[in-house]
């Protein structure tokens, strides 16, 4: 429990970091860069969880040409694509199923990669008609 409670401080600490960041951007003084312990790198992911069944999303074999179409070209040094399913109780107190992919790519450290990440969004959203959630934790200290 005290992990849970410490991974949670830190995704909140980040997320702190992210809104004032943004509330500095206009100012002149740049944020402080990560400090990392040696042998390891700051690092920054992308995770999209894509779902959604027809008609408003897709299936198993639409996701996979979607990833292989709007992601890998975006991203050609590799993605990591985890296969899932999403259930929740629907509005009819009924359990709902679908199929989804967890995509996990790794931000490039030059580039735009927030940028690639948005224009996946856009697509998989006009494609399928079903917003997908997009998470772009803080930069973390990685062994490459």
């Not at 040409?65 to 109780?89: A, N, S, Y």
Request: glycine share 10%.
């Amino acid at each position: 429990m005290l992990a849970v409670r410490q991974i949670a401080l830190r995704n909140l600490s980040g997320a702190a970091g992210l809104i004032a960041m943004l509330g500095l951007a206009g100012c002149s003084s740049a944020p402080k860069p990560l400090a990392c312990p040696a042998g390891q790198a700051p690092l920054r992911t992308a995770q999209l969880f894509l779902g959604g069944a027809p008609p408003r999303g897709a299936d198993e074999r639409d996701l996979s040409r979607f990833v292989d179409q709007e992601v890998t070209p975006r991203f050609p040094d590799g993605v990591t694509v985890v296969r899932g399913g999403d259930r929740w109780k629907g509005s009819e107190n009924r359990l709902i199923r679908e199929a989804s992919k967890v995509v996990l790519v790794v931000l490039p450290t030059a580039g735009d990669g927030p940028r690639k990440v948005e224009a996946v969004r856009l697509a998989y959203r006009t494609r399928f008609k079903h917003d997908p959630v997009v998470v772009l934790p803080p930069p973390t200290c990685t062994a490459l």
